[in-house]
């Protein structure tokens, strides 16, 4: 599939930022060749006609920021490749230093109710990040401040303690390391009880590792489209990798780490719904972190073991696979087998926040967080931002750029 605009083996990269520029929807694109003409000379966004601000990125060590901890973060943290699919990248290393966590971000004082700012009901979004992954799982590029709030070892001695500021994020994998993960958020902090947001989609795809010092042949081979879209309309969160969603499913998410949370707020929705209490049944369970996706026409049903007056079945629904227990022809227990974690049902809105202080800038290469990891290592060659859900067609499209990495001009 070729770029409008396009031929094969067309090396002008302005041609390629055209195709980005002229998609509908588009509200900020980072190609990291565009730069401030006069100092400081940071990189700037693509934006639409009329936008009133091209969203220069500052660069920060949010350890510093935070704990107080470690030296001021520059540009010159951030080698250039000379490079990519739109003639630059910039590396994101994997730090040795505990107390530098650089990134590139746009402070929320200058997003705060831009079209980057997305939010609020009716509202969608795609994320796009043209990356080569040398290693790691966490945030490429979004509005995702994790809150440094969390009570554990790493925050003994932070010196400035924020809530969860979270709306919508791509990550390099998360729970599936390597995959497109889409991250949104209704609340900016946790869901299911569990102290982390879970609202996440993982591509089918996973991204191969590559060492960021690799021979440049190796690397023009080695870029990756990920991209995330949330559709408020059907209430999907989905990832892609290189254009392709592909279908992923978790099978016993009561077994599993993080997603054992949605398992039970699953359950606890279901139980919610019958008459009476029932086993196993919490009664402070909050009913807005039930999670119960539509499950008002079976896909398939398959009868796993069968009584005289007692049949077993497995029900396949659109994002859940249930075992059920029928007496008598009436459902006596259900249990959650399997859930939908590409597409994932997502029923809320993004978060939308009371004001800009208590809001989360948009970051590139990594997000501030509690834990500290050093995330996600590599290239990223181009960060773009849509206000409405790309199709598979348009995603397919920008994933051929980059397959044609093109020097700096």
Request: proline share 6%; hydrophobic share 35%.
């Amino acid at each position: 599939m070729i770029l409008p605009g396009l031929t094969v083996g067309d090396d002008n990269a302005s041609q390629r930022v055209a195709a980005v520029t002229e998609m509908s929807g588009l509200v900020a694109f980072w190609d990291f060749v565009q730069k401030e003409t006069d100092l400081p000379n940071r990189f700037t966004a693509h934006v639409p006609t009329g936008t009133s601000t091209d969203y220069p990125l500052d660069a920060a060590n949010y350890i510093k920021d935070y704990w107080g901890a470690g030296r001021e973060a520059t540009y010159a943290d951030f080698p250039l490749l000379g490079r990519g699919p739109f003639g630059q990248a910039i590396r994101i290393v994997n730090e040795t230093d505990p107390d530098f966590r650089p990134f590139l971000f746009v402070p929320r004082s200058r997003l705060h109710d831009t079209p980057l700012d997305i939010k609020g009901a009716g509202k969608s979004v795609t994320v796009v990040v043209w990356a080569i992954r040398e290693s790691g799982n966490h945030a490429l590029a979004g509005i995702w401040h994790e809150g440094t709030d969390l009570k554990q070892k790493e925050t003994s001695s932070i010196t400035k303690v924020e809530r969860g500021q979270r709306q919508y994020a791509l990550f390099a994998g998360l729970n599936k390391s390597g995959s497109a993960c889409g991250h949104v958020s209704e609340n900016g902090a946790s869901s299911f009880l569990n102290k982390y947001a879970l609202h996440k989609s993982n591509s089918e795809g996973i991204s191969p590792t590559v060492p960021a010092d690799a021979p440049a042949e190796q690397l023009d081979a080695a870029w990756q489209c990920f991209a995330m879209t949330f559709d408020h309309e059907k209430d999907q969160l989905i990832g892609w990798l290189n254009g392709v969603s592909g279908d992923r499913w978790l099978d016993h998410p009561k077994k599993d780490k993080l997603i054992s949370y949605a398992y039970n707020a699953y359950m606890q929705g279901h139980y919610a719904k019958l008459p009476g209490k029932q086993e196993g049944e919490d009664d402070s369970f909050p009913a807005d972190q039930y999670y119960n996706p539509p499950e008002t026409e079976s896909l398939s049903i398959q009868v796993l073991r069968e009584a005289a007056n007692e049949r077993v079945e497995l029900r396949e629904y659109p994002y859940t696979k249930i075992e059920v227990t029928l007496r008598h022809g009436q459902e006596v227990s259900r249990d959650l087998v399997a859930l939908r974690l590409n597409p994932w049902w997502y029923p809320h809105d993004l978060y939308s926040l009371a004001d800009a202080a208590s809001g989360g800038p948009f970051t590139i290469g990594r997000v501030i967080h509690s834990s500290r990891s050093v995330g996600f290592t590599g290239w990223i060659g181009g960060v773009a931002v849509f206000d409405r859900a790309l199709s598979e067609g348009e995603l397919k499209k920008l994933t051929e750029i980059a397959a044609r990495p093109v020097k700096s001009e």
